[in-house]
């Protein structure tokens, strides 16, 4: 069973631009989220797609946007990139349902965004 | 908000040692997920717990709902232990995505 697949692993972008990440859920699993690491923040939750649709959004500003295609696989799009959207962008797959079992979440390995 | 504090943050120990790692969150949660997290980023889900007292292998994680605490054991430490160990609250519903706590960073030293 193939795991969760995120694409590119290694981005390097400037000022400005924008960008758009990629996230393959696990077969079956209609659920994905995403999420932020830095050192400083630690992991912070963006926001959860499931069929098409937005369930929940975190905190952060409308720069930050994703959406979810018909077979689950989820983009993330940042806009107007600065230097402290720098970070490891997970995403994670789910079953809604089974979110609650042990191993309900399936982590991708992650895209490492570096913005200069 | 639900806020989730780790501790300790760091932790160095010696191979065999008995291993705790604490985790306390303050609002009412409907699980709570401990994570493992290797250099390079990739994260492992360990543990699901929304009551009692779970165990795979060497690892045991408890949490006790009254009290919003929650514990990673690990027992007969091995360097190949040596991680990141995050735990993660999820809101009741689980519609609210997680919350996560910074994390303790283990090193287990031969």
């Known amino acids: 069973k193939a795991g969760v697949t995120q694409t590119p692993r290694y981005l390097i972008k400037t000022r400005g631009q924008q960008v758009t990440l990629s996230c393959s859920p696990i077969s079956g699993h209609r659920s994905v989220s995403w999420y932020q690491q830095t050192p400083g923040q630690g992991l912070q939750f963006l926001f959860e797609?499931?069929?098409?649709?937005?369930?929940n959004k975190g905190n952060f500003p409308g720069r930050f946007s994703g959406r979810q295609f018909s077979n689950s696989r989820s983009e993330m799009n940042v806009s107007t990139l600065e230097l402290g959207d720098s970070a490891l962008y997970l995403c994670?797959?789910?079953?809604?349902?089974?979110?609650?079992?042990?191993?309900?979440?399936?982590f991708g390995s992650g895209t490492r965004l570096t913005v200069v | 908000k639900n806020e989730v504090e780790q501790s300790p943050q760091n932790l160095t120990a010696q191979e065999g040692e008995f291993i705790t790692i604490n985790c306390s969150y303050s609002?009412?949660?409907?699980?709570l997920h401990w994570l493992q997290q290797h250099p390079g980023g990739g994260i492992v889900s360990l543990f699901m717990l929304s009551s009692g007292k779970k165990k795979h292998g060497r690892l045991i994680a408890t949490i006790n709902i009254q009290e919003k605490h929650s514990s990673l054991h690990i027992t007969a430490s091995h360097p190949r232990d040596s991680a990141v160990y995050i735990c993660?609250?999820?809101?009741?519903?689980?519609?609210?995505?997680?919350?996560f706590g910074k994390g303790t960073h283990l090193i287990i030293q031969p």
């Open positions: 994670a797959s789910s079953q809604p349902g089974q979110q609650q079992i042990s191993h309900g979440y399936t």
């Open positions: 797609y499931f069929s098409e649709t937005q369930r």
């Open positions: 993660a609250a999820i809101a009741g519903g689980g519609a609210d995505g997680l919350t």
């Open positions: 609002v009412g949660i409907s699980a």
